[in-house]
């Protein structure tokens, strides 16, 4: 098993996702243009229905992904 799958043990999703979302804002702080943070950061909003907020992290992470980069990055499976 994974080391995120281990970490996330036993909790419910809204728990990871909580536990989660200090991290991803860590990660913002360091660098804001941090493609991958900012897609799960979409992909949680759209799991809490903010599709709003989820739109456009989701924008932020295809704006802050090269472009020689974007077929793996949209093809890249992301799970929570």
């Known amino acids: ?3 995120v799958t281990e970490w ?4 419910t999703l809204d728990q990871a996702l909580a536990m989660a979302q200090p991290l991803l804002d ?7 243009q941090l493609a991958e943070a900012h897609a799960v950061q979409g992909l949680i909003f759209l799991q809490q229905q903010d599709v709003v907020s ?7 992470a295809l704006a802050n992904t090269p472009k020689d980069n974007i077929d ?9």
């Open 54 to 60: 989820g739109e456009a992290a989701l924008g932020r």
């Open 1 to 3: 098993s994974s080391l």
């Open 8 to 11: 996330v043990k036993g909790k």
């Open 26 to 32: 860590r990660a913002l702080a360091l660098d804001p």
């Open 72 to 80: 793996d990055f949209l093809n890249e499976p992301i799970s929570l």
